[in-house]
């Protein structure tokens, strides 16, 4: 029956992180402010980029920064309640609570909370209030970076203004962008939590944090791999060269 009721929290955990990003931010601004919808024009894509493209760069500023905070904001306070409720947190770990494989933190508490940030990308990408389509995740991807490891961001950032530089393809740039962090990832749960050493609050500049747990490089691969799948029409337009180039509306 614990056991029931533990995959019931993840459950409603991954379900509240999906209605935040089910929430579709670039029609909202855009019909709202606009009088337009993007799913109109350009790439019928709800994000940032199109709704930059096709309203204007106010607006897919503004959109960008939404779709970001609908991942943070449901994500910190998750995590909030799930490590200063000790009801909830003793409820999530069991009576083993040195739980402790394959590095620090791998516990069902630590996944609650990532599961949040997950369903967050996922509500973006297919969203309930748009008949379960949406964006391609890119700005949600980086709310979920910017909320397990902000100050890693710096170091991507660049990254992505490069190859919009050398290639003038946003799509391009934001695959090479979160890719990389979807490495580092990977290289930070390696090096550090398979060494046995205890790095709470990670790349956080603070002691209070999230763990490094095999769920942070996982969830990060899992939502790479569903960002390539929504870019797959993108990919095939730049190996064609018909991509279409960086520019926004500036009316």
């Known amino acids: ?22 929430i579709p931010n670039g029609v909202l601004i855009s019909k709202i402010f606009y009088g337009i919808d ?3 024009a350009g790439s019928h894509n709800t994000g940032g980029t199109n709704v930059g493209r096709v309203v204007s760069k106010k607006a897919g500023i503004i959109t960008i920064t939404l779709d970001i905070l609908k991942v943070i904001v449901p994500f910190i306070v998750a995590f909030l309640l799930f490590n200063n409720l000790s009801t909830l947190k003793d409820f ?7 739980f402790n494989v394959l590095g620090q933190g791998n516990t069902l508490n630590e996944l609650a909370y990532y599961l949040v940030a997950f369903g ?5 990408s297919y969203s309930m209030f748009l008949n379960f389509k949406g964006g391609k995740i890119v700005a949600t991807y980086c709310g979920f970076a910017l909320s397990t490891s902000w100050t890693a961001i710096p170091f991507f950032m660049p990254i992505f203004f490069i190859t919009l530089k050398l290639k003038k393809y946003v799509s391009l740039s934001s695959l090479t962008m979160c890719g990389s962090y979807m490495i580092f990832t990977w290289i930070v749960y390696i090096v550090f939590a398979l060494c046995g050493n205890h790095i709470s609050g990670y790349l956080m500049l603070s002691e209070y944090g999230p763990h490094a747990c095999i769920y942070f490089p996982i969830l990060a691969t899992l939502g790479y791999a569903l ?8 990919i095939i337009k730049i190996i064609n060269h018909t991509e279409n180039t960086a520019g926004w509306n500036k009316k």
């Open 92 to 98: 999530m770990l069991g009576e083993n609570q040195e």
């Open 120 to 124: 967050g990308m996922i509500g973006h």
């Open 227 to 234: 960002l390539v799948y929504k870019h797959k029409s993108n």
């Open 1 to 22: 029956m614990l056991y029931f009721l533990r995959f019931l929290v993840l459950l409603l955990c991954f379900a509240i992180g999906y209605l935040f990003g089910s």
């Open 38 to 40: 993007p799913r109109s």
